[in-house]
């Protein structure tokens, strides 16, 4: 596994109940299927993924987007690390993920953010950065999400 692989895997799981835990496997497989992988300082600071329909993963937000729209680009996590935050990287790997899609045609990007457990400061972050609600969905008693979608 690549030092920037090593970095994303630690800043990822160090994130992972915002996001999931992984396994160097599980992102060797993500980052192979993405549609965009951006990172800042090696992954240090932060990193987006992201995939699009048609890519070999079964999650079920993944899903959810999968069966309900054909024209997207999905945010299976973006992550900025506690030196970066506040300091426009999330909102830099946004710009530049936002250019990639466009430049392939595509007409929004998609995610989820957590609401059980709580994730008040992802909301906002990404309401700041022009993602609107779609759906709330519970996926289990532990676990409720917020679907939003940011046109381009």
Not at 6 to 31: G, H, R
Not at 72 to 96: H, N, P
Request: charged share 25%; net charge negative; proline share 5%.
């Amino acid at each position: 596994m690549t030092a920037l692989l090593q970095n994303i895997l630690a800043l990822n799981n160090e994130f992972a109940e915002q996001t999931s835990w992984m396994t160097p496997e599980e992102l060797q497989k993500l980052v192979e299927e993405a549609f965009h992988f951006g990172h800042r300082d090696e992954g240090l600071d932060g990193f987006v993924i992201s995939l699009t329909k048609g890519a070999d993963y079964h999650s079920p937000n993944f899903t959810y987007f999968c069966e309900r729209m054909d024209d997207f680009v999905y945010v299976d996590r973006i992550i900025v690390g506690a030196r970066a935050q506040g300091k426009g990287t999330g909102r830099s790997l946004y710009d530049e993920l936002s250019e990639v899609a466009r430049a392939a045609g595509f007409k929004r990007i998609v995610c989820e953010v957590n609401t059980l457990p709580p994730n008040p400061g992802s909301i906002a972050f990404h309401t700041k950065a022009g993602f609107q609600p779609v759906e709330e969905v519970t996926l289990n008693p532990q676990k409720r999400v917020l679907y939003m979608e940011k046109p381009l």
